[in-house]
């Protein structure tokens, strides 16, 4: 027997069309003249909506500024959750981050062209109020992930150091590939997803107790 796959009512496309409107119409705003100078009044003026339609989808200017972001992390937990058992905690995550590169094009380009959101990346790199955020939100995010982690292993992680700490490793290779990826000249979704694998590839060797091999 085929189940009927229930599909988006008319009400809730229109909500979810207002709701990539306002995204795009904001990241646009604030990649072009800057977060700080951009104001809810221009993103709704632009979008043809009232404040009170912009902030039944988002809290505030922060919110959107992570909207798609938002969205890419919530691929990549999903891509670990999906990860085989056997796999050991490093490669998990390498795979899950390299599963979610994969795929995530098609979704960002659902909401926003890709290329904004490549731009939104380096605009909250530049940004101080947004790099705070984002620097608060990372933390929260490796918990997640140090606790999804704990949990394949079968440890408590507040017993166990060892989920924290290997996440921890992998935030700051990612960390240093966004910020490598930024700085140069190719800055396409191809680009950042090859400067990922080639980092994470480097992580093990990095952590090994020596880097030369020793005078015979």
Same mark, same amino acid.
């Given at each position: 027997m085929t189940v009927p796959v229930s599909l988006p009512g008319l009400r809730e496309r229109k909500k979810q069309r207002t709701r990539d409107a306002l995204t795009r119409v904001a990241l646009e705003l604030f990649t072009t003249q800057g977060y700080e100078r951009t104001t809810v009044d221009e993103i709704v003026d632009a979008v043809e909506v009232s404040q009170r339609t912009f902030f039944r989808y988002f809290s505030s200017k922060e919110e959107v500024a992570f909207a798609v972001q938002q969205m890419v992390e919530e691929r990549f937990v999903h891509a670990l959750g999906q990860r085989p058992p056997e796999?050991?905690?490093? /490669?998990?995550?390498?795979?899950? &981050?390299?599963?979610?590169? /994969?795929?995530?094009?098609?979704?960002?380009?659902? &909401?926003?062209?890709?290329?904004?959101?490549?731009?939104?990346?380096?605009?909250?790199?530049?940004?101080?109020?947004?790099?705070? &955020?984002?620097?608060?939100?990372?933390t929260e995010m490796e918990e997640t992930i140090a606790r999804i982690i704990a949990a394949r292993e079968g440890l408590d992680v507040d017993e166990d150091p060892r989920p924290r700490i290997? &996440?921890?490793?992998?935030?700051?290779?990612?960390?240093?590939?966004?910020?490598?990826?930024?700085?140069?000249? /190719?800055?396409?979704?191809?680009?950042?997803?090859?400067?990922?694998? /080639?980092?994470?590839?480097?992580?093990?060797?990095?952590?090994?107790?020596?880097?030369?091999?020793?005078?015979?």
């Open positions: 796999e050991a905690p490093l /490669d998990a995550m390498r795979n899950a &981050v390299l599963c979610a590169w /994969d795929t995530i094009g098609e979704a960002i380009a659902e &909401v926003v062209p890709v290329e904004l959101h490549l731009r939104t990346y380096r605009m909250i790199e530049s940004t101080p109020a947004l790099l705070a &955020v984002h620097l608060r939100r990372s290997a &996440v921890a490793a992998f935030s700051g290779v990612m960390r240093v590939t966004g910020q490598m990826w930024g700085r140069g000249t /190719d800055q396409s979704l191809e680009a950042i997803r090859a400067l990922t694998e /080639d980092y994470l590839d480097h992580l093990g060797p990095a952590l090994a107790p020596h880097w030369r091999e020793r005078e015979r």
